[in-house]
Each structure stands twice: as C-alpha cells, then as structure tokens.
Nanobody, 123 residues
C-alpha cells in the first residue's frame, strides 16, 4: 500500500504559477504510475496529467498541455505538478493518485489517492 499527501495549493492571481507536490510513502512506490486529477464545484473529477513509473512518459489533458508539467523525483519519493499561466478555470481541488495502468485517464483506474489541495485562481 502507498500513502499520498498533497501540498502547495493556495490563492494566486490569473497568469501566476504554483507548484503542487505529492509526497509518497510505501515499499512499492517504484511499481506505480502516477496521475493528477482535479474537481471543481459542481463538476465531475477530471484528468489533468500522468507520468510513468520511470518518469520518461508523460500525458496531459488538452486543457493544460503547454501550461502544466508533471515530474517525479524517485530519490525523494515525490511527484510534482508545475502550473504556469493559471486561469480562473483552473480553480479546483487537485489530487494525486497511483495506478498500475500507465497513462490512464479514467479516475476509476487509480487505486490510491491523496486528500487533495485547493487551488484558487482569481481574475
């Protein structure tokens, strides 16, 4: 089993940047691929980005590609989401999760989740 804890959320002006962090613990950390999802008020949870266990392959939702970057640091057991050029539409609770299916975009394919961190972008 793996435990995930997100941090780095907050309030930022449109056009600004934030970096979200996901701290992972567990003996099988290296066997999982990783993903970031977000959920806005009144909306369903949506895929944001994913990365393979090796960190070589990355995947992005069309709405964030070119603005967000997912990365991992195996030595620190952490996964990151760098968010640039933020828009009010990016306001949501962001959660990291793990899966055995590399690049999965369906949240039902992810077995372990963090509690989420709030990102609010003001206009």
């Amino acid at each position: 089993q793996v435990q995930l804890v997100e941090s780095g959320g907050g309030l930022v002006q449109a056009g600004g940047s934030l970096r979200l962090s996901c701290a992972a613990s567990g003996r099988s950390f290296s066997t999982y691929a990783w993903g970031w999802f977000r959920q806005a008020p009144g909306k369903e949870r949506e895929f944001v980005a994913a990365i393979s266990w090796s960190g070589i392959s990355t995947y992005y939702a069309d709405s964030v590609e070119g603005r967000f970057t997912i990365s991992r640091d195996s030595a620190k057991n952490m996964v990151y989401l760098q968010m640039n050029s933020l828009k009010p539409e990016d306001t949501a609770v962001y959660s990291c999760a793990t899966t055995l299916r590399t690049g999965a975009r369906d949240w039902k394919m992810y077995g372990y989740w963090g509690q989420g961190t709030q990102v609010t972008v003001s206009s």
